[in-house]
T-cell receptor, first 111, second 116 residues
Framework: TQLLEQSPQFLSIQEGENLTVYCNSSSVFSSLQWYRQEPGEGPVLLVTVVTGGEVKKLKRLTFQFGDARKDSSLHITAAQPGDTGLYLCAGAEAAGNKLTFGGGTRVLVKP | NAGVTQTPKFQVLKTGQSMTLQCAQDMNHEYMSWYRQDPGMGLRLIHYSVGAGITDQGEVPNGYNVSRSTTEDFPLRLLSAAPSQTSVYFC???????????????FGPGTRLTVT
């Protein structure tokens, strides 16, 4: 079973600060996805990265896939209260539909 | 286009009771999955299906059955509920992206189940 560890588990920051969430594994993934989940709702896909070293930007969010495709990070610049939520990373097995999810990082951005 | 729908939204069962959680999608996705979410544990895969008539076990399949008679529907059955099955259950559908190496999941709103 491939395992994904996210850190930190919880992050509380003030509006305008930056934050980084990490997703690490000893296994190689063919692709890695990041989701955001708000209370009472299902996760919503933010981005998918598939190439080692790939960097994707989504407005103030920057996602990076490690060169060896074993780890990823999510960086938020100038966080806003609307960024509050549970951030989940999920790795896909090679040529498969099965996803392994990390435990999640709960982010709270205070105004 | 409703996406992925799940019913019921909330359910309370007594130990030993059975029930079916319903899931439907209208995006013509081949792949559908069931996950459970427990505090601090992310989402764990229960069962999944790669198409009508084909199902397989995920990480935590014990105590659950599934079937896939149509592309649209993927119900999850609890045959004899146990307190350990208290959780939030999410159904998801997915497709292979044009880049060919990832399956982006679309999740339903979830069913919050309590077993007493």
């Amino acid at each position: 079973t491939q395992l994904l560890e996210q850190s930190p588990q919880f992050l509380s920051i003030q509006e305008g600060e930056n934050l980084t969430v990490y997703c690490n594994s000893s296994s190689v993934f063919s692709s890695l996805q990041w989701y955001r989940q708000e209370p009472g709702e299902g996760p919503v896909l933010l981005v998918t990265v598939v190439t080692g070293g790939e960097v994707k930007k989504l407005k103030r969010l920057t996602f990076q896939f490690g060169d060896a495709r074993k780890d990823s990070s999510l960086h938020i610049t100038a966080a806003q209260p609307g960024d509050t939520g549970l951030y989940l990373c999920a790795g896909a097995e090679a040529a498969g539909n099965k996803l392994t999810f990390g435990g999640g990082t709960r982010v709270l951005v205070k105004p | 286009n409703a996406g992925v729908t799940q019913t019921p939204k909330f359910q309370v069962l007594k130990t030993g009771q059975s029930m079916t959680l319903q899931c439907a999608q209208d995006m013509n996705h081949e792949y559908m999955s069931w996950y459970r979410q427990d505090p601090g544990m992310g989402l764990r895969l229960i069962h999944y299906s790669v198409g009508a008539g084909i199902t397989d076990q995920g990480e935590v399949p014990n105590g659950y059955n599934v079937s896939r008679s149509t592309t649209e529907d993927f119900p999850l059955r609890l045959l004899s509920a146990a307190p350990s099955q208290t959780s939030v259950y999410f159904c998801a559908s997915s497709y292979m992206t044009p880049r060919g190496r990832s399956y982006e999941q679309y999740f339903g709103p979830g069913t919050r189940l309590t077993v007493t």
